[in-house]
């Protein structure tokens, strides 16, 4: 069970993190990604980490305004988000699946098999 908190309305420009409360005993097992969707559009992946190697992978429509990273302690992944633009706005969901050994990376979303619940982001322009 993926548990998000972190969404709100922020100005263009602003900046937010939204954070995803993994399980913590399959926490390095999982690959967690990213994804929004807007009304009347598709969910799209921004990207993914690979827990157990911190290794992430973004999707270019956001790459270098969005971070993503981990905190074992606390077995959350972060997204944090700058620059924001309206465009951004959409509810943005955390979704994990198990790693498997030597298999790309992807933020397909048919990959990821737990969703959480998603968040609100509401960019004003």
């Known amino acids: 069970q993926l548990v998000q908190s972190g969404g709100n309305l922020v100005q263009a420009g602003g900046s937010l993190r939204l954070s995803c409360a993994v399980p913590a005993s399959r926490f390095d097992d999982f690959v967690i990604g990213w994804f929004r969707q807007a009304p009347g559009k598709e969910r799209e992946g921004l990207g993914c980490?690979?827990?157990?190697?911190?290794?992430?992978l973004y999707a270019d429509s956001v790459k270098g305004r969005f971070t993503i990273s981990k905190h074992s302690a606390e077995s959350t992944v972060y997204l944090q988000m700058n620059s924001l633009r309206p465009e951004d706005t959409a509810t943005y969901y955390c979704?994990?699946?198990?790693?498997?050994?030597?298999?790309?990376?992807?933020?397909?979303?048919?990959?990821?098999?737990?969703w959480g619940q998603g968040t609100q982001v509401t960019v004003s322009s």
């Open positions: 979704a994990a699946h198990v790693e498997v050994a030597d298999r790309p990376l992807s933020f397909s979303p048919s990959r990821y098999d737990y």
């Open positions: 980490i690979a827990v157990r190697y911190a290794y992430a």
